[in-house]
């Protein structure tokens, strides 16, 4: 199983990215992904979730301003950041699993796959 994550950058506050992971290697349609992301010294923190029947679960400061979405037929999940601000500066990583429960999306240790990272750095 790989896992491929691409999309950040250098944005200034209030820009826009959209990360991307592709998946290879699982039958991704069954499988619930998420995004954390890791700023420097701070432990990884769930960001958003997606799962099979396409329910989306955010971190409260994100709402509004982040949406998930996926696209089954290119085994690929999305994350679209607008308003972006410097506390979102982190590295992003996606994250799979298909037995996850709904009580657990938030803890990374209820993964199993994990994709390299991608920097999002927010400054002006």
């Known amino acids: 199983v790989q896992l491929q994550a691409s999309g950040g950058g250098l944005v200034q506050p209030g820009g826009s990215l959209r990360l991307s992971c592709t998946a290879s290697g699982v039958s991704f349609s069954t499988y619930t992904m998420s995004w954390f992301r890791q700023a420097p010294g701070k432990e990884r923190e769930f960001v958003s979730a997606i799962n099979r029947s396409r329910y989306t679960y955010y971190k409260e400061s994100v709402k509004g301003r982040f949406t998930i979405s996926r696209d089954n037929a290119k085994s690929t999940v999305y994350l679209q950041m607008n308003s972006l601000a410097p506390e979102d500066t982190a590295v992003y990583f996606c994250?799979?699993?298909?037995?996850?429960?709904?009580?657990?999306?938030?803890?990374?240790?209820?993964?199993?796959?994990w994709g390299q990272g991608t920097q999002v750095t927010v400054s002006s």
């Open positions: 994250a799979a699993d298909r037995q996850v429960i709904v009580s657990s999306y938030r803890r990374a240790d209820a993964y199993d796959y």
